[in-house]
């Protein structure tokens, strides 16, 4: 069985060369970030958790 990595080495700009198109490339750059967008939105959430758990006395 194989393991999927969690993190996948992209190459973007090689991807941006070979593009066929102006809105292959934005969807390149949007497909980059998304994985980042979630990571600061679940942070996020867990420090207001926090913070409200903080205030709450619990």
């Known amino acids: 069985m194989r393991i999927i990595p969690l993190v996948v080495q992209v190459d973007v700009a090689e991807k941006?060369?070979?593009a066929?198109?102006?809105?292959?490339q934005i969807g390149v750059i949007?497909?980059?970030?998304i994985p980042f967008?979630?990571?600061i939105g679940i942070a996020?959430?867990?420090y207001?958790?926090?913070k409200?758990?903080?205030e709450n006395g619990y």
């Open 16 to 18: 941006m060369k070979n």
């Open 20 to 24: 066929p198109d102006g809105g292959y």
């Open 30 to 33: 949007i497909g980059s970030f």
């Open 37 to 39: 967008v979630i990571l």
């Open 44 to 46: 996020y959430w867990m």
């Open 48 to 50: 207001n958790r926090a």
């Open 52 to 54: 409200k758990r903080d």
